[in-house]
Protein backbone atom coordinates (compact mmCIF):
# COMPACT_ATOMS: atom_id res chain seq x y z
CA UNK A 1 0.00 0.00 0.00
CA UNK A 2 1.42 3.45 -1.02
CA UNK A 3 1.70 6.08 1.46
CA UNK A 4 -1.03 8.74 1.50
CA UNK A 5 -0.11 12.15 -1.21
CA UNK A 6 1.68 14.89 0.19
CA UNK A 7 0.35 18.27 -0.16
CA UNK A 8 2.37 19.08 -3.04
CA UNK A 9 1.31 16.45 -4.96
CA UNK A 10 -2.19 17.15 -4.21
CA UNK A 11 -1.28 20.70 -5.15
CA UNK A 12 0.34 19.58 -8.21
CA UNK A 13 -2.86 17.22 -8.84
CA UNK A 14 -5.29 20.42 -8.46
CA UNK A 15 -2.70 22.67 -10.43
CA UNK A 16 -3.33 20.30 -13.79
CA UNK A 17 -6.94 20.10 -12.70
CA UNK A 18 -7.35 23.72 -12.88
CA UNK A 19 -5.17 23.74 -16.24
CA UNK A 20 -7.42 21.35 -17.84
CA UNK A 21 -10.26 24.05 -17.30
CA UNK A 22 -9.24 26.69 -18.92
CA UNK A 23 -11.14 29.45 -18.35
CA UNK A 24 -12.09 31.05 -14.66
CA UNK A 25 -16.28 30.20 -14.88
CA UNK A 26 -15.07 26.19 -15.30
CA UNK A 27 -12.42 26.85 -12.85
CA UNK A 28 -15.27 28.70 -10.36
CA UNK A 29 -17.73 25.77 -11.00
CA UNK A 30 -14.82 22.98 -10.27
CA UNK A 31 -14.11 24.98 -6.57
CA UNK A 32 -18.17 25.00 -6.54
CA UNK A 33 -18.18 21.28 -7.20
CA UNK A 34 -15.60 20.47 -4.46
CA UNK A 35 -18.28 21.87 -1.88
CA UNK A 36 -20.76 19.63 -3.11
CA UNK A 37 -18.99 16.63 -1.93
CA UNK A 38 -17.95 18.32 1.09
CA UNK A 39 -19.46 15.96 4.32
CA UNK A 40 -22.02 17.24 6.50
CA UNK A 41 -20.53 19.80 9.07
CA UNK A 42 -22.57 17.96 12.33
CA UNK A 43 -25.17 20.99 13.95
CA UNK A 44 -22.69 20.65 17.31
CA UNK A 45 -19.66 22.14 15.31
CA UNK A 46 -21.97 25.41 14.24
CA UNK A 47 -20.69 27.39 16.82
CA UNK A 48 -19.59 31.07 16.99
CA UNK A 49 -16.32 29.73 18.09
CA UNK A 50 -15.66 27.75 14.91
CA UNK A 51 -16.87 30.78 12.39
CA UNK A 52 -14.44 32.16 10.46
CA UNK A 53 -14.35 35.68 10.54
CA UNK A 54 -13.73 37.96 7.54
CA UNK A 55 -15.58 35.59 5.68
CA UNK A 56 -18.24 37.02 2.88
CA UNK A 57 -20.55 34.21 4.24
CA UNK A 58 -21.08 32.56 7.38
CA UNK A 59 -18.00 29.30 7.32
CA UNK A 60 -17.75 26.82 9.81
CA UNK A 61 -14.53 25.09 10.59
CA UNK A 62 -14.22 22.39 12.97
CA UNK A 63 -10.95 20.60 13.83
CA UNK A 64 -10.39 16.92 15.29
CA UNK A 65 -6.71 15.99 16.48
CA UNK A 66 -6.52 12.58 15.27
CA UNK A 67 -3.11 10.42 15.90
CA UNK A 68 -1.52 13.54 15.57
CA UNK A 69 -2.86 14.74 12.66
CA UNK A 70 -5.55 17.08 11.97
CA UNK A 71 -8.75 16.44 10.77
CA UNK A 72 -10.80 19.46 9.12
CA UNK A 73 -14.54 19.50 9.05
CA UNK A 74 -16.25 22.75 7.60
CA UNK A 75 -19.36 24.21 6.14
CA UNK A 76 -20.80 27.69 4.52
CA UNK A 77 -23.91 29.08 3.61
CA UNK A 78 -22.15 29.99 0.59
CA UNK A 79 -21.74 27.63 -2.64
CA UNK A 80 -18.20 29.24 -3.29
CA UNK A 81 -16.91 29.66 0.15
CA UNK A 82 -18.14 25.95 0.85
CA UNK A 83 -16.39 25.38 -2.45
CA UNK A 84 -12.90 27.63 -1.05
CA UNK A 85 -12.98 25.39 2.25
CA UNK A 86 -13.17 22.44 0.51
CA UNK A 87 -10.58 22.54 -1.84
CA UNK A 88 -8.30 23.70 1.19
CA UNK A 89 -9.70 20.56 3.53
CA UNK A 90 -8.19 18.62 0.14
CA UNK A 91 -4.76 19.85 0.57
CA UNK A 92 -4.87 20.56 4.30
CA UNK A 93 -7.38 17.72 6.42
CA UNK A 94 -5.34 14.67 8.06
CA UNK A 95 -2.05 16.33 7.97
CA UNK A 96 0.56 16.55 10.88
CA UNK A 97 0.75 19.61 12.20
CA UNK A 98 4.34 20.45 11.15
CA UNK A 99 3.73 19.62 6.92
CA UNK A 100 0.62 22.31 7.67
CA UNK A 101 3.01 24.79 9.06
CA UNK A 102 5.35 24.30 5.99
CA UNK A 103 2.96 24.91 3.01
CA UNK A 104 3.38 27.88 1.66
CA UNK A 105 -0.54 28.10 1.31
CA UNK A 106 -0.38 31.81 0.21
CA UNK A 107 2.25 30.64 -3.16
CA UNK A 108 -0.28 27.57 -3.54
CA UNK A 109 -3.09 29.23 -3.87
CA UNK A 110 -1.17 31.78 -6.60
CA UNK A 111 -0.17 28.79 -8.54
CA UNK A 112 -3.79 27.73 -8.99
CA UNK A 113 -4.70 31.70 -9.81
CA UNK A 114 -7.85 31.13 -7.13
CA UNK A 115 -7.75 34.83 -5.20
CA UNK A 116 -7.16 36.44 -8.46
CA UNK A 117 -10.50 35.01 -9.34
CA UNK A 118 -12.28 36.03 -6.42
CA UNK A 119 -13.94 39.42 -5.30
CA UNK A 120 -11.47 41.25 -3.22
CA UNK A 121 -13.72 40.23 -0.37
CA UNK A 122 -13.60 36.67 -1.09
CA UNK A 123 -9.76 36.69 -1.19
CA UNK A 124 -9.60 38.18 2.05
CA UNK A 125 -12.09 35.03 3.24
CA UNK A 126 -9.82 32.58 1.59
CA UNK A 127 -6.77 33.89 3.71
CA UNK A 128 -9.04 34.21 6.95
CA UNK A 129 -9.98 30.39 5.83
CA UNK A 130 -6.43 29.46 5.79
CA UNK A 131 -5.09 31.46 8.80
CA UNK A 132 -7.42 29.61 11.05
CA UNK A 133 -6.51 26.47 10.14
CA UNK A 134 -2.46 27.31 10.48
CA UNK A 135 -3.49 28.67 13.92
CA UNK A 136 -5.26 25.09 14.69
CA UNK A 137 -2.02 23.55 13.64
CA UNK A 138 0.62 26.14 15.42
CA UNK A 139 -1.82 25.50 18.34
CA UNK A 140 -1.64 21.54 18.02
CA UNK A 141 2.20 22.06 17.67
CA UNK A 142 2.31 23.62 21.34
CA UNK A 143 0.43 21.08 22.96
Do not use: H
Request: some cysteine.
Amino acid sequence: MSADPSIDDVLAELVEEFDLLGDWEGRIEYVIDLGKDLEPLPDADRTDANKVPGCAAQVWLAVRPRDGRLVFLADSDSALSKGNIALLLKLYSDRRPDEILAFDARAALDRLGLPSALTRQRANGLNAMVGRIRDAAASATRT
